[in-house]
């Protein structure tokens, strides 16, 4: 069944299960999380760490089983079947490019792997025309194809990894803070290189980063979690202009401003404490214990999600007070 969505989670849980001593505890790390990527978009999901971003990645490419909830991938039910056809759809980049190419490893043979599990009659001749054409796609000299992953910078690394993750064409990439392990210049460079890709391939992103800045740029809609949840769903420019929730206003506030007028100027939320644990989360809204703005109804009873129209979404008790 194919679908207007290449990807659609619904009220998704992903808990594990961890030892202490002999007490078992539950860790919520993604707690009833609904969103959804249209054909060719990218999606950013942002929030601080340990919020559960890599988790619902993991989760979606079923690298993790969830405990509950929905996955759709192109309208397929992908929550418990067998993956092995869905593969070639989907496909993930990690965020570390130094721990995520094996280092015995060629850049032809990291580049070839994805070809051979998924397209294992493809002749000889093919296949280095295909990763010769997709290294070239991510700026690596099809030359330096018979080295190995140490003798590149960490830029160089992460476009051997989106080459990996694109030579079999996916229509959807999981991208997992693809570019906070890299040198700021760099960032731009592999954002923009992304976007052309996008542009030419069709494909969809889900662009995972800690920061608002970073996927201001990329998307066209912006998924804020917070501690398992989601807190706001909108589209990129309404969530710049007109965050609703205290807590990506606070997302917000964290981004530097170049022009020190307007920065003096600009209403700031500093964000304070940390995170609560997953596995002992706060009664009511989950941001509860940090907010500024929290009633005792705050601390009591989850908030729902409210529709604001226009695909912006926000679950805060006092929306529209505030
Ligand atoms: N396999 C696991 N077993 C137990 N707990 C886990 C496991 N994977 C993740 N967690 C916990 O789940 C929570 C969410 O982790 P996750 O890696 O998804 O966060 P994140 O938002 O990606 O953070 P970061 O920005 O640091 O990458 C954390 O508390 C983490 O310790
Ligand atoms: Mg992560």
Same mark, same amino acid.
């Given at each position: 069944m194919s679908s207007e969505f290449i990807l659609k989670v619904e009220d998704l849980k992903t808990h594990f299960t961890v030892n202490?001593?002999?007490?078992?505890n539950v860790v919520k790390a993604v707690d009833g999380v609904s969103f959804a990527v249209r054909k060719g978009e990218t999606? #950013?999901?942002?929030?601080?760490? @340990?919020?559960?971003?890599? +988790?619902?990645?993991?989760?979606?490419? =079923?690298?993790?089983?969830?405990?509950? #909830?929905?996955?759709?991938?192109? @309208?397929?039910?992908?929550? +418990?079947?067998?993956?092995?056809?869905? =593969?070639?759809?989907?496909?993930?980049?990690?965020?570390d490019p130094y721990s995520s190419l094996d280092p015995r490893m060629s850049v032809n043979d990291i580049v070839g792997e994805p070809l051979d599990i998924q397209f294992p009659q493809m002749n000889r001749k093919e296949r280095d025309e295909r990763i010769i054409e997709q290294l070239k796609l991510v700026g690596i000299n099809s030359e330096q194809r018979s080295r190995f992953p140490h003798e590149f910078s960490g830029g160089q690394r992460q476009r051997i990894s989106i080459a990996r993750a694109m030579?079999?064409?996916p229509?959807?990439?999981?991208?997992?803070?693809p570019v906070s392990a890299l040198d700021v210049s760099i960032q731009a460079q592999i954002i923009n290189m992304l976007m052309d890709l996008q542009a030419q391939m069709g494909l969809a992103y889900l662009f995972i980063a800690h920061d608002l800045a970073v996927v201001r740029h990329i998307s066209q809609h912006v998924v804020v979690m917070y501690l398992g949840h989601v807190m706001e769903i909108a589209d990129a420019q309404e969530l710049y202009h007109h965050p609703a929730h205290p807590y990506t206003r606070a997302l917000l506030s964290a981004i530097p401003i170049p022009d020190p007028k307007t920065s003096r100027?600009?209403?700031?939320?500093?964000?304070?404490?940390?995170?609560?644990?997953?596995?002992?989360?706060?009664?009511?809204?989950?941001?509860s214990t940090r907010c500024r703005h929290a009633i005792d109804l705050c601390r009591e009873q989850p908030p729902a999600m409210t529709d604001l129209?226009?695909?912006?979404?926000?679950?805060?008790h006092r929306y529209g007070e505030i």
């Open positions: 202490k001593g002999r007490q078992k999606v #950013g999901l942002v929030g601080e760490s @340990g919020c559960g971003k890599s +988790t619902i990645g993991r989760t979606i490419m =079923r690298f993790n089983n969830p405990t509950a #909830g929905k996955i759709y991938l192109d @309208g397929d039910d992908i929550t +418990t079947c067998d993956m092995a056809p869905y =593969r070639k759809k989907m496909q993930m980049v990690f965020q030579v079999i064409k229509e959807f990439m999981v991208l997992d803070e100027t600009r209403h700031r939320e500093i964000l304070q404490g940390d995170v609560p644990s997953p596995i002992n989360p706060p009664k009511g809204c989950p941001f129209g226009g695909g912006h979404q926000v679950a805060c």
